[in-house]
């Protein structure tokens, strides 16, 4: 569905931030089926620092059709921003492809980073499973393109909640988390339609391991950040709020769902969560600090086989140093061009 017609369409559903009518039963039951799933001890991946450093680059929203020419700006443009920063890691937020044949089109936009040898994980988007392959066929086949970590959180609701752990390069101890949530397609709840949100049993499931890597390091939370592609409603709630800071390009209102799960608030309570980081709306590419809390967009990786006003395409770097809990991190335009160079959390701070 084109987003402009999408949100003229539910304009008229109520103000952004409804609250989900679930009951703390739901809420417990969500709670207890997680329980399986933290048990087994389901790390997609644990890295180490080298050499002191570890870099992760972010697509987002490549949006790319198999055999269409107005694709080829985002194949070109994963190319080269693999070549010019060699990360670590590649992290993609989702709307991967755009339509059929989307087997085809996954397979080809992911190549790159398989050819180079570079370990890669995804979270799903809304638009990746309205194709010829349902959400879970697209993840089926992603998991089986070379150097892909998804491994797939069972038990939980989604096909692409990962957790992947970044440790010293000695023994491997934990530093940083990176979860990824799949934030869905289209919320199915009768009489709240809209974007898909982060369900209570994914809530849940960071919850415990939270407790999990805080208990491990003595009553202190791990450093971590999370990915996934809808923005959550705070995104929408600070951009309102004169305290915010920001850096970077606002091109549009966010377009989370208008459910709001309590995400943000169990990340603020758990305290490990540094930063989330989404795609989903193309012409945004900043990073805002508010409540405590960095709301990152990552930089559009596309092409023209959708609405994009903020050119040139790109991705976004973050780069981790090991024994620090700050992190730096830019956006690398196609063409070579770098914004952005930012410290966190220095860099945003008032006087």
């Known amino acids: 569905m084109d987003r402009r017609k999408f949100l003229k369409a539910t304009a ?34 644990a890295f180490k620092f080298h050499n002191g450093k570890f870099k992760v680059l972010q697509f987002t929203d490549t949006h790319y ?17 693999l070549d010019a920063e060699r990360p670590d890691l590649v992290i993609h937020t989702g709307d991967i492809i755009f339509g059929k044949p989307a087997e085809q ?6 190549a790159p980073i398989s050819e180079r040898k570079i370990p890669f994980v995804v979270a799903l988007g809304n638009h990746d499973g309205q194709h010829d392959l349902t959400r879970k066929g697209v993840a089926d086949t992603v998991k089986t393109i070379p150097y892909c970590l998804n491994k797939c959180i069972d038990n939980i609701y989604g096909d692409t909640n990962e957790l992947v752990t970044l440790g010293t390069s000695t023994d491997g101890t934990p530093e940083w988390v990176f979860y990824l949530f799949d ?8 009489g709240m339609e809209g974007y898909d949100f982060i369900h209570f049993d994914q809530i849940a499931w960071h919850r415990q391991w939270a407790e999990k890597f805080k208990a491990k390091n003595g009553g202190t939370p791990i450093p971590s950040m999370a990915f996934f592609h ?40 758990m305290g490990d969560i540094k930063a989330i980081v989404c795609g989903h709306d193309h012409d945004n ?9 960095f709301l990152i967009y990552g930089r559009f990786s596309g092409c023209d086989t959708v609405y994009n006003n903020l050119k040139p395409n ?38």
């Open 230 to 269: 809808i923005p959550v409603p705070e995104f929408t709630y600070a951009l309102r709020d004169t305290k915010r800071i920001m850096k970077g390009n606002l091109g549009e209102d966010p377009c989370p769902a208008d459910i709001n799960s309590g995400l943000f608030t169990s990340f603020k309570e």
């Open 314 to 351: 790109g991705a976004r770097i973050f780069e981790f140093t090991q024994g620090q809990s700050t992190f730096r991190s830019w956006i690398h335009e196609y063409g070579g061009n770098i914004s952005q160079k930012l410290d966190f959390p220095d860099g945003f701070k008032t006087y």
């Open 285 to 293: 590419d900043y990073a805002m600090k508010w409540k405590g809390m």
């Open 105 to 110: 089109g996954l397979r080809e936009i992911l």
């Open 183 to 190: 934030s869905g397609d289209i919320n199915t709840i009768p």
């Open 65 to 81: 059709i198999a055999g269409d020419p107005r694709s080829i700006r985002a194949l070109n443009n994963v190319r080269e921003m």
């Open 12 to 45: 008229a559903l109520g103000v952004t931030g409804l609250a989900a009518n679930v009951s703390l039963a739901q809420a417990a039951a969500a709670t207890m089926k997680t329980q399986e799933a933290v048990g087994s001890d389901t790390i997609t991946h």
